[in-house]
């Protein structure tokens, strides 16, 4: 079983400034929430929408006296999670405390792990099209809370908190500065989900902000950044600026460019950057300072003394890693090994591990590229049509392996096939039957072809002249046919027995 | 019966079996000795119709025959305690109106075993002091005064309002808490013993948080049995707190027999300090012959890091303190500053915590912040980690080396006047902790026992450390100590 296909890197995006071409250097923080019930320390649930503050246990709250105690679950995700990214799973791990002030942050400290997190390096491949994909190497995975939400614009006096969010589990996901340009970022982003997805260990939901993404941003000439990989010395990389909390692939991309190009105007302009933590307004389609390093908080971390060290087993740990399911890069290398399909269309298949499934259910014991086509370009597109996700897909895999079960055996045409298709889609039932209750069975009678032939060239002796002169007019005998026989008559026989008739 | 309310435990648990005295009766005396006792400012919360209830509760457990040794015993808790319903503030002002919904695990524990609670007892702010003097109720008084002399006398902290109802017999016990000697230093003041139980022991669940690695829970009581059978009651695992053991409760009193034959006591040399008064020095030798008296080995010991353990118990202790206070920010409960016009959340802090902490509070807060900022956290919070693993090594080898228990003083003086220390550099008071903190760094049980009684009449304690989870032998020892030292005196009433 072949891990991934084989690729090769793609070039880093150049930008050029005013005097010079300039590279861009790019790591991420990823904040993937856990698809956990309850919380990293408490018991409360994780439910989205709920009403504020009802998700609220008295720890999550910082009452007097209150403890965390750890969620195992949400520990098994994070290892879960590491093992996905082929990374070294610690088996001895430590909370931290994180202390500032917030009204959000109850405890005034957030739980996380600093020293010693519990995933260690790992890696992503990051797909840039057929045969090109980016390495992306991944740093290290830690466990922590997540804050409440403060409202301030609710009151011109007051500001209300909402602590439902207060405590939930996420795993920070922090990349070595290996993505090299605005496309790479979000499809390395792109490509994170996608694992998270298929592992189950985070729903990938975006707009809730189940995953967000901080962004540090640098430039570099050209050739240094070789330099940083040979060396391991970010000297020769340029002052990075973190542009925090982004949650949409497409602001990702423009807050990079955008960030890119402010600082080769600073460094153009002999000024420098100077290394802060910055917010993107998608409205300007530009970033600003939030703070600066000067103002960067100083968080005190310490060993949180109200937890034990984390230490779990590896057999705990093989027994995970005996229940991952066959991931992306895998089932795209099965998906064009097995099936013969294009890597274009193994991507778009194994997108989502459910339509990977589906494919595969019509693809059992059929043609595998008819199977890709049929739940790409007809399923696929009419699900988007109707913004409809393959799980909610009226078609079922048995239904549409019936359906090109009938073209292949020469029941109905393609053409045929698509009207098909679409009752099916929008009626039910069993496509064999359909076919034979509405008469749809196409002609593959030779002699009843042959008779609409006959009387299409009778009819029409000028066309049959300069069809003789012009060959390629055939095609529109074979029209007149299929018309004459209410398009069920097998479009491969008609065009060679019209061939033959007019002697071509 | 008259004086129910000065019975030990054990004699209250026989008598209300025997039938020859009720939980309510024992109750009410209690009560009637806290509202008489107001002077000693010992309780800053009393709850009487919950006593009442519990009491008349306790009664008819007894009359059903299930009735555990704490049944119908009234005792008092520690402010630190959160109690359902109850007001619970650490004694201090930012916990202003805080009653928990919720109540903690080892007052649960003491009540599902039917005892009565008296009231909330009075306590260092945050339990961060040793004379009971940061309180925000003003401190507690010690019942004993010297001989002649009106002067109002500290009774220790922080668990000072425990040590002060314990020994004026306003109730039969008390819960404190210990994190650097907050136990055993008010029970040496007052004539009581006090234990702290090693560290995993009691859950710290519900117990308002000081210094998370070092806080411990513990019985405060007239005798060394009263404490075996309190500390059964209170400790054993709780899932709710991850740091506390999992390891089956023993039967603490039944291990008091009184024999010690053939056990070791160390003597370590680094706690002989350099001008210890001379009474301290004799009340220790007295000891050291009392146990050797009832069959023990002595032996010298050392414990080389012994000095190192003050200075890195004052980083440690304040560091976590820093954070644990950080909650206290005035945004969900307790008190928030009346804020001014334009004040936005920087201003709400400020405000909330400069008026709701006090100033030895502040001044912790801002000493652990310091130690654990970024440039110093190496220099000091790292450092005093270390010496932490190396004073807990001392003991570990000396126990390796064969010794049974560790015999030291309590504390380096009796107890002292109220407002005595006022100007004296802060490090003063903390010299209280001198004997006591390294029991807590290193996690061990210690108990501190009274054997005898100053110049002045005040009474003086000796401490016991034992092995980690061995309370019961500690205990026994403590039992053989107390025994052969026959302290009975109890503070002349003047309340």
Redesign the interface.
């Known amino acids: 079983m072949l891990d991934h296909l084989s690729y090769s890197e793609p070039k880093a995006k150049v930008i050029s400034g005013a005097r010079e071409d300039w590279e861009l250097v790019i790591g991420m923080e990823v904040h993937a929430q856990v698809a956990s019930k309850s919380k990293l320390f408490s018991g409360a649930s994780t439910k989205f929408g709920s009403e504020p503050n009802s998700n609220v246990a008295?720890v999550d709250?910082?009452?007097?006296?209150?403890?965390?105690?750890?969620n195992e679950f949400c520990v098994e995700q994070a290892v879960r999670t590491g093992l996905g990214l082929k990374a070294e799973i610690n088996l001895f791990s430590a909370f931290d405390?994180k202390?500032y002030?917030?009204?959000d942050l109850?405890?005034?400290?957030q739980i996380s792990q600093l020293y010693h997190p519990i995933v260690g390096e790992g890696e992503v491949i990051v797909d840039m099209g057929p045969g090109v994909a980016r390495r992306v190497r991944i740093e290290r995975i830690h466990l922590e809370q997540d804050a409440g939400k403060s409202i301030h614009d609710m009151d011109p006096h007051m500001?209300f908190?909402d602590l439902n969010r207060t405590g939930v589990a996420l795993m920070e996901i922090v990349s070595r500065p290996d993505i090299r340009g605005p496309e790479e970022a979000a499809a390395y982003v792109t490509k994170l989900r996608q694992i998270l997805r298929y592992l189950g260990t985070c729903d990938g939901n975006m707009q809730n902000g189940n995953l967000r993404a901080d962004v540090n941003v640098s430039i570099c000439r050209p050739g240094d950044y070789e330099k940083y990989r040979e060396t391991g010395d970010f000297g020769h990389l340029g002052t990075r600026c973190e542009i925090k909390n982004m949650n949409s692939m497409r602001f990702i991309q423009q807050a990079i460019d955008y960030e890119a190009r402010r600082q080769i105007a600073l460094v153009e302009d002999g000024k420098q950057v100077v290394q802060e933590t910055r917010l993107y307004d998608p409205d300007k389609g530009e970033t600003r300072s939030m703070r600066s390093k000067e103002e960067a908080h100083?968080y005190?971390?310490?060993p949180d003394?109200?937890?034990?060290p984390l230490e779990i087993e590896q057999d705990w740990v093989d027994g995970i890693a005996a229940t991952l399911p066959e991931l992306p890069d895998q089932k795209k290398a099965r998906f064009v090994t097995e099936f013969g399909l294009t890597e274009y269309d193994a991507d778009v298949l194994t997108a989502e591990a459910e339509s990977a499934a589906f494919f595969e259910e019509v693809a059992q014991g059929r043609d595998g590229k008819m199977a890709a086509n049929w739940v790409i370009n007809e399923l696929f597109g009419r699900l988007k049509k109707e913004d409809h996700a393959i799980t909610e897909s009226p078609v079922s895999a048995a239904q549409l392996g019936g359906i090109v079960d009938l073209i292949a055996k020469g029941d109905i045409s393609g053409k045929i096939a698509k009207d098909l298709f679409e009752i099916v889609y929008t009626e039910g039932g069993d496509p064999a039957k359909i076919v034979e209750d509405r008469g749809m069975k196409q002609v593959t009678d030779t002699g009843a072809i042959e008779a609409a032939v006959d009387e299409v060239i009778a009819a029409n002796p000028a066309q049959v002249e300069k069809a003789k002169a012009n060959p390629k007019l055939a095609g529109w005998f074979v029209g007149q046919v299929m018309k004459a026989t209410g398009g069920k008559a097998n479009p491969k026989a008609v065009n060679e027995i019209v061939s033959a008739k007019l002697g071509l | 019966m008259a004086d129910v309310n000065s019975l030990t435990i054990a004699d209250a648990r026989d008598a209300l079996r025997k039938g020859d005295l009720t939980a309510t009766e024992l109750t009410d005396a209690c009560l009637g000795q806290v509202e008489a006792a107001g002077a000693l400012n010992a309780f800053v919360h009393n709850t009487p119709d919950l006593a009442r209830d519990q009491a008349k509760a306790a009664d008819e457990r007894i009359k059903a025959g299930d009735a555990p040794s704490m049944c119908g015993i009234p005792l008092g808790i520690k402010d630190l305690f959160c109690t359902k319903g109850v007001p619970s503030q650490a004694a201090s002002n930012i916990l202003d109106g805080f009653r928990p919904e919720y109540e903690s695990t080892v007052s649960q524990k003491l009540l599902d075993a039917g005892s009565v609670m008296l009231g909330k007892l009075n306590m260092d702010e945050f339990a961060m002091g040793s004379s009971n003097e940061t309180s925000t109720y003003g401190n507690a008084v010690n019942p004993w005064r010297r001989q002649g002399d009106a002067a109002q006398l500290t009774p220790g902290g922080s668990s000072g309002g425990s040590a002060a109802a314990v020994a004026a017999d306003l109730c039969l016990a008390a819960t404190g808490t210990d994190t650097g000697g907050s136990i055993r230093q008010p029970a040496a003041f007052t004539g009581i013993v006090g234990v702290k139980p090693t560290y995993g022991r009691c859950s710290r669940w519900g117990i308002v948080a000081f210094a998370s690695s070092l806080d411990q829970a513990g019985p405060m009581t007239k005798t060394v049995r009263d404490a075996a059978i309190m500390l059964e009651a209170m400790c054993g695992h709780d899932p709710k707190d991850s740091t506390s053991a999992d390891l089956p409760v023993p039967d603490f009193e039944a291990a008091l027999t009184g024999d010690i034959k053939g056990k070791t006591i160390g003597i370590p040399a680094e706690y002989r300090m350099d001008g210890m008064p001379a009474e301290i020095e004799k009340l220790w030798a007295d000891g050291t012959a009392m146990l050797k008296d009832a069959g023990a080995k002595i032996v010298d010991i050392s414990l080389p890091h012994t000095k190192y353990a003050l200075p890195a118990y004052y980083v440690i202790a304040p560091a976590e303190a820093s954070s644990n206070l950080a909650r206290y920010d005035g945004v969900r409960y307790g008190r928030r500053a009346k804020l001014a016009q334009g004040d936005g959340v920087t201003e709400m802090y400020e405000k909330t915590r400069a008026e709701g902490f006090g100033k030895e509070v502040q001044r912790r807060v801002m000493v652990g912040t310091y130690v654990l900022s970024a440039g110093f956290y190496d220099a000091y919070y790292n450092r005093a980690r270390k010496v932490r693993a190396l004073i807990k090594k001392d003991f570990d080898d000396a126990f390796a080396s064969g010794v049974d228990a560790i015999l030291t003083p309590a504390t380096p003086s009796a107890a002292f006047g109220l407002g005595e220390m006022a100007a004296a550099d802060p490090v003063q008071m903390y010299l209280n902790d001198v004997f006591t903190v390294t029991v807590n760094l290193a996690g061990l049980p210690g108990v501190a026992v009274p054997t005898g009684l100053d110049a002045q009449g005040l009474p003086l304690g000796l401490q016991l450390i034992g092995r980690p989870w061995e309370e019961a032998d500690l205990l026994n020892t403590a039992y053989a100590l107390e025994s052969a030292a026959g302290f009975v005196s109890k503070p002349a009433r003047w309340w």
Do not use: H, T, W
């Not at chain 1, 709250?61 to 750890?70: K, Q």
């Open positions: 008295f709250a910082a009452m007097p006296g209150m403890l965390p105690v750890i405390r202390n002030f917030y009204p109850p405890q005034g400290y500001s908190v100083d005190r971390y310490f003394p109200d937890l034990l």
